[in-house]
């Protein structure tokens, strides 16, 4: 690296400027004129010390100062970090490369999956009636549905009763196929939900809440 040529180059520049050129064209031919600092520079910039980049710096500030290079032009360390990436990319992808064979093995990492996918559903999920069943009986409870509908959907709860005012009374059911029914099994689904769920403040909220809850059980439940 001769500095001092490198500094010699504003007398060739301050003779072309006075000529005329301007911008881009100038630009060009500051470039083209400390080319040679670039040169060969994945070889030796990491030998230059210290002092050595900041003179090659204050180069570079000086040409920009006196408008011989464009003021977002790249500091030293940003041209020899392009330089050596540019390098690094053509000895990896060029096998025949001299220096090629000097990079490391190809890592390979393998990881040790589940064999099995999962069925991404949950193993306590309630099936889409029976969350309509509940989502029914939360709009029927905060007086979301008419009334005409939740006197016909909902079984009335047995007086003086000491449940909760969240729970619903469960009818009696002689036969089996009968606990399918909305008059059974919507409560009997109900009265399941801890009250924290059943007494939420909006539908939104229920909802999240029911599947946060339903997720809690399939963990407890696989622990």
């Known amino acids: 690296m001769n500095l001092e040529n490198n500094f010699q180059t504003f007398h060739a520049l301050k003779t072309l400027r ?4 301007r911008g881009i064209k100038l630009f060009d031919i500051t470039e083209s004129l400390i080319s040679r600092i670039k040169y060969a520079a994945p070889s030796w910039s990491d030998f230059a010390t210290q002092q050595q ?31 050596d990436s540019r390098l690094f990319k053509i ?3 060029n096998n025949n490369h001299v220096i090629h064979p000097l990079l490391p093995p190809i890592k390979t990492t393998t990881h040790n999956l589940r064999q099995r996918k999962h069925n991404y559903q949950v193993a306590t999920q309630l099936t889409y009636q029976e969350k309509t069943f509940i989502t029914f009986l939360y709009k029927s409870q905060s007086k979301l549905f008419p ?42 689904l109900w009265n399941s939900l801890p009250t924290s769920l059943t007494t939420s403040p909006s539908l939104a909220k229920f909802r999240a809440d029911l599947k946060t809850h339903l997720f809690s059980k399939f963990i407890k439940e696989r622990c």
Do not use: W
């Open 18 to 21: 006075s000529h005329g050129l």
């Open 53 to 83: 980049l900041q003179q090659l710096q204050s180069l570079i500030q000086k040409l920009i100062r006196f408008n011989y290079l464009p003021a977002s032009y790249p500091t030293v360390t940003q041209i020899f970090n392009v330089l």
């Open 91 to 93: 000895v990896e992808n």
């Open 147 to 188: 009334k005409y509908l939740s006197d016909i959907l909902i079984e009335p709860k047995r007086p003086g009763s000491r449940s909760s005012s969240s729970r619903f009374f469960l009818t009696r059911v002689k036969h089996s196929f009968a606990k399918s029914a909305f008059a059974f099994s919507g409560p009997f």
